[in-house]
Nanobody
Framework: QVQLVESGGGLVQPGGSLRLSCAAS????????MGWYRQAPGKQRELVAD???????NYADSVKGRFTISRDNAKNTLYLQMNSLEPEDTAVYYC??????????????WGQGTQVTVSS
């Protein structure tokens, strides 16, 4: 079983910055791809950014140039640096990881979510 734990959310003023972290643990053999998603009240969950094991990145148009996703493969940890935050970025942010467990079964795991609120 693979667990993901997010941290780093909070309340920030417009224009501010936050850094989210997501630590993966458990029966991990290999992680193929990791990503950040978010869900605002009354809206569907959407992709914010993702990064496969090869290192190329993909961003939602709404966050390009403001957010940066990165991962530390040695620590099985995913990061999201969020700059120039806007009230529209307010949401619960979720971490996702896909990979292979030590029992040779594929996994697709989600974290519990961390609240990001952008408000003055």
């Amino acid at each position: 079983q693979v667990q993901l734990v997010e941290s780093g959310g909070g309340l920030v003023q417009p224009g501010g910055s936050l850094r989210l972290s997501c630590a993966a643990s458990g029966s991990i053999f290999s992680i193929y791809a990791m990503g950040w998603y978010r869900q605002a009240p009354g809206k569907q969950r959407e992709l914010v950014a993702d990064i496969p094991s090869g290192g190329s990145t993909n961003y939602a148009d709404s966050v390009k140039g403001r957010f940066t996703i990165s991962r530390d493969n040695a620590k099985n940890t995913l990061y999201l640096q969020m700059n120039s935050l806007e009230p529209e970025d307010t949401a619960v942010y979720y971490c996702n990881a896909e990979g292979m467990a030590t029992d040779w079964r594929k996994f697709n795991s989600w974290g519990q979510g961390t609240q990001v609120t952008v408000s003055s």
